[in-house]
């Protein structure tokens, strides 16, 4: 017989504060979930900015509600590449579209997966966003998601956020 036992509700309580931290990142989040694309955006409120199109690309963009974060995917629903590989005229398209500025870097990188190609840029101003992107290919499109917290607010936990958001990626369905 033992006689010293821990109560239940302490049991309890150390369980759930246990699986509370095996989330990634802590507190509520906003789940985007469209064209076979998750992710898991920090905090609530967030809210779509729309879909604005170049051509046949269409882009949608999310922020929070201070506007000091941001979402983005943007694809060619029209595209059917012949091989499953980023093409780097996509690329540059994207860039040119979306506004990115002559210092954006590029190199390989991997998002929920796929091979693809990273993209960096921090646009001027403290109004300006630093942005992280995957230029992916699911689906026989080029495909790109990133996310990005505003240049004011990126020593202050937004550069955290934007790599928990696109560590939290998933493709749901492959076009």
């Given at each position: ?5 821990l109560?239940?509700?302490f ?9 509370w ?12 979930d ?15 900015l ?30 059917v ?11 540059e ?45 699911t ?7 990133g ?19 696109l ?9």
């Amino acid at each position: 017989m033992i006689t010293n036992r821990l109560p239940m509700s302490f049991i309890l309580l150390l369980l759930l504060s246990m699986l509370w931290g095996c989330g990634g990142s802590s507190g509520p989040t906003t789940i985007y979930d469209d064209e076979g694309i998750r992710a898991n955006l920090p905090g609530t409120g967030w809210y779509s900015l729309g879909n604005s199109t170049e051509g046949s690309l269409v882009i949608e963009t999310w922020v929070n509600p201070d506007e000091t974060m941001m979402f983005r995917v943007a694809s060619d629903p029209e595209e059917v590449l012949s091989s499953p590989v980023v093409q780097s005229s996509a690329v540059e398209r994207y860039m040119s579209i979306v506004g990115y500025p002559p210092t954006t870097s590029t190199e390989s990188g991997m998002l929920a997966g796929k091979r693809g190609i990273r993209l960096e840029a921090i646009q001027p101003g403290n109004d300006g966003y630093h942005i992280v992107e995957y230029a992916i290919v699911t689906g026989f499109q080029n495909v790109f998601v990133g996310a990005g917290a505003r240049t004011s607010h990126w020593s202050k936990g937004g550069s955290e956020a934007v790599e928990d958001i696109l560590r939290s990626v998933e493709l749901t369905d492959q076009r």
